[in-house]
């Protein structure tokens, strides 16, 4: 693709980023065959390409309007196109890159500036968090049936104590998943535990920054990176083997830290070194024989939901569903498994029309094969697929975990 940046952009490590990427774009419509958005709507503009055009027309100093911001707030940043792509067009990091400069030539409405930014304050801070889904949990059964179905209930907690082990990694908390599944972390220490690892915790870390950089907040995001890779370095110097991630819309995030921080100075090697250790749970499971767990099997038929962020984002896809089969699952098939559930981060509460509609669509492949339960590997897909599933949707690690050798699958809350 041809390009031709206007000076405000052509010397900046952005600008010279976006043409790089522009350049690699053959015009094939590739993309377009597997996006979700452009498959619902049929807009030209409400896929890849046609998302690529407009942040072309931006960089290049042309007329925008809102009509960008719909387009460019559509996307689900599924990254489905960048797997479909003979080209490698790197288009999520375009997408962010013309995200934060949409943000700042388009003025929103209040009413969406408003809401954006009660998500950046709230969704990332644990506490914050907690305190109101504590509220919205009082309050449920007051509540519309609409709304309702959007509060999630408190899941079950295990009370459990780790062994000490030779072996240590890290794990990522995860700002949702902490107030949201607490159990689902509890359920990634018991298997590791099992294993001969144990994992740590690092008390100052927090949000991974995902949410903040795909709502166009990219210094804010930088700031959470640079807070968490100091907290993690401690760690780092004392050999730690991994970083591991059970959400994996944060593991994606963090194999990102190398390019969002690049050309920070200070940053950029240890945020490079950090992206390598980055580390999904079911990469660590795969990595040491699955068939060891010699799991206690409960006959249970699960169809799993590959998050975008583990298959297109990750490039994992495959990786769980090979894990339950070796430890004696049976997988339900599942039509359509490249597309989108809807989720996306907050997309659900910013765009709930196309959303739900995604939503209807996943729920439909998932159920056709008459699950016992539904399995998933980030807490995001799992928080929205319960809220149209007629079988439990959990993540696939606590599945796992109740089935280990002397577990007897309860819980207390």
């Not at 179905?149 to 000490?164: A, E, F, I, L, M």
């Not at 599942?334 to 765009?351: K, P």
């Amino acid at each position: 693709m041809q390009t031709r940046l206007s000076d405000r952009y052509r010397d900046t490590p952005a600008g010279q980023k976006a043409e790089s990427i522009l350049r690699r774009c053959v015009h094939c419509g590739f993309c377009t065959a597997t996006c979700p958005t452009y498959r619902l709507l049929g807009d030209e503009l409400d896929g890849p390409r046609g998302r690529i055009y407009l942040i072309k027309q931006m960089l290049e100093d042309q007329p925008v309007g809102q009509h960008t911001l719909q387009h460019l707030d559509r996307c689900l940043s599924c990254r489905s196109c960048e797997t479909t792509c003979p080209s490698g067009v790197q288009y999520a990091q375009l997408l962010d890159i013309g995200r934060e400069i949409a943000e700042r030539r388009i003025r929103r409405p209040l009413s969406q500036r408003l809401q954006r930014y009660l998500l950046r304050r709230i969704v990332p801070r644990r506490r914050r968090l907690a305190l109101l889904l504590g509220i919205a949990r009082a309050m449920r059964p007051l509540l519309p049936a609409r709304l309702r179905s959007k509060v999630p209930c408190r899941g079950p907690t295990t009370r459990y104590k780790p062994r000490t082990h030779g072996r240590h990694m890290l794990l990522l908390e995860s700002c949702g998943q902490a107030s949201i599944s607490p159990q689902t972390n509890i359920a990634a220490r018991q298997v590791l535990d099992h294993i001969g690892i144990g994992l740590e915790s690092a008390p100052r870390a927090g949000c991974c920054g995902a949410l903040s950089l795909h709502l166009a907040a990219t210094n804010e995001a930088c700031r959470m990176a640079r807070r968490n890779i100091d907290a993690w370095w401690p760690f780092v110097e004392q050999g730690i083997e991994a970083i591991v991630t059970t959400a994996s819309g944060c593991g994606v995030m963090l194999r990102d830290y190398g390019e969002l921080l690049a050309d920070d100075p200070k940053y950029a090697d240890k945020a490079r070194h950090i992206a390598s250790l980055a580390r999904d749970i079911g990469e660590v499971v795969a990595a040491e024989n699955p068939e060891r767990l010699a799991l206690q099997q409960v006959p249970a038929r699960i169809a799993f939901h590959s998050p975008c962020t583990l298959q297109h984002g990750l490039r994992l896809g495959g990786l769980v569903e090979d894990i339950l089969q070796r430890t004696g699952f049976e997988l339900t098939p599942v039509r359509d498994t490249h597309l989108c559930c809807g989720s996306a981060g907050v997309y659900s509460l910013l765009q709930p029309e196309i959303s739900h509609k995604l939503l209807i669509h996943k729920t439909s492949a998932l159920q056709a094969g008459k699950p016992d339960i539904i399995a998933t590997a980030n807490i995001g897909c799992q928080t929205h697929l319960a809220t149209r599933a007629q079988v439990p949707v959990r993540h696939w690690i606590e599945i796992i975990a109740e089935r280990l050798p002397g577990s007897d699958g309860s819980s207390s809350r």
